[in-house]
């Protein structure tokens, strides 16, 4: 029996003597790649922290002692021995366990945490609930490097550092989030050089210091030492930065050698106050590939756990998020202003393909939503033309500066959505449901979504055109419904226009985006029984377009609008608002993701439990009709 399969939990972790622990570890690493191989998931952080975690179960006491993880990524050890290994299987799987972490799921997540930068702040507060009630137990925060890049790290860093409270931040050092890590901060943690004699030194001139003012009782040697520690720090010290944070800094240290860990740990838990350790760690450590491309393993698809290599699948029609990546690429060319921006993303976002082509004209500002966007403003006003190419779930983190900083101006920053509507196997936290409601209800700007790849490349030309405020595109995480032809030959969309795509007289099915296509065929199975069903590509939800919806609403009693977003305040909600004073003849329908959070599954299942697959869309409407009074 492997050493592994005798650990339920942290308990059975501290009762390891020490210098089994990597025997463990490595138990755990092999477990993490055969498991991930299956079910695919965030498999690189989370190989490069199996060492990190290990140390961390065998010197603090969870769940009594607090330990808060940033994101997610680096967590699958941490749901290995915390008790979950058994379910490893159904990572990611409708009813199994989440790719992140979740308070619902373990007494060991003490924090909900799918996006970054969250730690430092969320332990900080645990931390003061702790002395306000008066408890005793260590709080830490496991944060990323690239977290660092995020300026909520900071903000918490700022008040946690000169609190006096006691807290422990790690920064777990690979040199990536996603992509390889930017910015100053970046060749800041780089440019540190292991000093673990700077730190003794400090300390000891420290205390000799403090000594000897106390004997002789002389309060100005004291400050006298003080300074000269602060001097010694500001000449040595390494991580000056985090020190004037206010954070007592130690490392870096290597975050596979856990001994070294251990030892640490040791040392810092018996003081007081906020302090830092640093730890090195490599990202996808003990994956089979001798050179893995690290961004793409930062979430793998399922993969043969011998080679690394992709599991082979049937070749099919593109992504939605290649055919963006793709299109603003050639469009570049005809458009020398174009830039693009992106946060932490660029294979994710498809942005990737623009970065080889036209580097100069590429920008990764790192995990900064909101820089992101109010960069993008300030190109705009200097004449460029930024595309900012953000997943929908992280635009929410850049609300204000889209009002503030781009739409109150009328700038025309464009703005390319990935991951819109229901997004998969990532679950809750990275659900793209609500962007409509936020986006519908900013002054000045323009909100579209395409039907096809070939609309989205007309959808971008039609962007470019506009110059009169922002500009919204959103797409799903999912395949297109078309293979769309070359980019120099696809038109512009005329502006503010839907596109009716069958006529019908007993309804009108108004569509968003990639929910034309289960329209369109619930559509076909209404008129199988009978029912006419009108289906409309409402490729703009802001502005409308109002001579296609005035005349619908003359033709038609029933609109039933179908989008991929949460119905509450969603498209369908603002043009029902819209028919009560314009067309109160018409009754409107929505039909969206009802007003909840949505569990990790296939997107395709998760539609259908919304209630937006073609069956369910033709039985509402049935129901409808049936139900509709006479003259209805």
Known sequence: ?????????????????????????????????????????????????????TALLHAFESPRDKIVWDVGHQAYTWKILTGRNTRLPTLRQRGGLNGFLRRSESPHDHIGAGHAGTAVSAAFGIAVARDLGGEDYHVVAVVGDGSFTCGLVYEGMNNAGHSERDIIVILNDNGMSIAPNVGAMSKYLGSIIASPITNRMRERVKHAVEAAGNVIGRPGLVDFGRKLEESIKNMWSPGMLFEELGFRYFGPIDGHNIPLMLQTFDLVKGLKGPRLIHVLTQKGKGFPLDEPDLEKFHARAPYDPETGELRATAAGLPQWTKVFGEAITQLAAEYPRLVAITAAMPSGTGTNIFQKKWPDRFFDVGIAEGHAVTFAAGLATQGFRPVVAIYSTFLQRAYDSLIHDVAIQSLPVIFCLDRAGMVGDDGQTHMGLYDLPYLLSVPNLTVAAPRTGAELIGLLRCALAHTKGPFAIRY?????????????????????????????????????????????????????????????????????????????????????????????????????????????????????????????????????????????????????????????
């Open 476 to 632: 799903p995480r999912d395949k297109t419904p078309d293979e769309p032809p070359p980019v120099s030959t696809v038109a512009a969309v005329p502006y503010g226009t839907w596109e009716i795509l069958r006529r019908g007289g007993d309804c009108a099915l108004l569509a968003v985006g990639a929910m034309c296509q289960p329209a369109l065929a619930a559509a076909e199975q209404l008129a199988a029984e009978g029912v006419d069903a009108a289906v409309v590509n409402c490729r703009f939800l802001k502005p409308l377009d109002r001579a296609t919806l005035d005349a619908l609403a003359a033709e038609h009693r029933l609109f039933v609008t179908v989008e991929d977003g949460l119905v509450t305040n969603g498209f369908g909600a603002s043009l029902a608002a819209l028919a009560e004073t314009e067309f109160p003849q018409v009754r409107v329908v929505p039909m969206g993701a009802p007003d909840r959070t949505w569990e990790h599954a296939t997107r395709a299942s998760q539609l259908v439990e919304a209630g937006l697959g073609a069956d369910q869309i033709a039985a509402r409407v049935k129901a409808l009709l049936a139900a509709a009074p006479a003259g209805r």
């Open 1 to 53: 029996m492997g050493l592994l399969e005798t650990i339920a939990g942290p308990d059975d972790v501290r009762r390891l003597p020490r210098e089994r622990l990597q025997e463990l570890a490595d138990e755990v690493r092999q477990r993490l790649i055969e498991v991930v191989s299956a079910t695919g998931g965030h498999i690189g952080a989370s190989l490069g922290t199996v060492e990190l975690t």
